[in-house]
Nanobody, 118 residues
Framework: QVQLVESGGGLVQAGGSLRLSCAASRRTFSLYDIGWYRQAPGKEREFVAT????????DYVNSVKGRFTISKDNAKNTAYLQMNNLKPEDTAIYYC???????????WGQGTQVTVSS
């Protein structure tokens, strides 16, 4: 079992920045993709960004490209989501996900609230 703990959420004005962290209990995430998803009130959870733990390759939803950056620290078993130029429409609960098709594993964190005021 893997535990994911998100942190770094909060209230920020439009144009501001936040950095989310996802700390994992697993010793290594080889063969895992680590992703960030978000869910706004009344909406379905949506994909935001992902990073492959082994290769470092990344992908983003179009709405955050150029503003958000996903990264990882292998030594700390932690993934990050740097969010710049935040917009009110970025307001949501942000969830960390660890997924491995080869290992048949899928884990979610508890979520962290991000609120962007206009």
């Amino acid at each position: 079992q893997v535990q994911l703990v998100e942190s770094g959420g909060g209230l920020v004005q439009a144009g501001g920045s936040l950095r989310l962290s996802c700390a994992a209990s697993r010793r290594t995430f080889s063969l895992y993709d680590i992703g960030w998803y978000r869910q706004a009130p009344g909406k379905e959870r949506e994909f935001v960004a992902t990073i492959n733990w082994s290769s470092g390759s990344t992908d983003y939803v179009n709405s955050v490209k150029g503003r958000f950056t996903i990264s990882k620290d292998n030594a700390k078993n932690t993934a990050y989501l740097q969010m710049n130029n935040l917009k009110p429409e970025d307001t949501a609960i942000y969830y960390c996900n660890a997924h491995s098709t080869l290992r048949g594993a899928n884990y979610w964190g508890q979520g962290t609230q991000v609120t962007v005021s206009s």
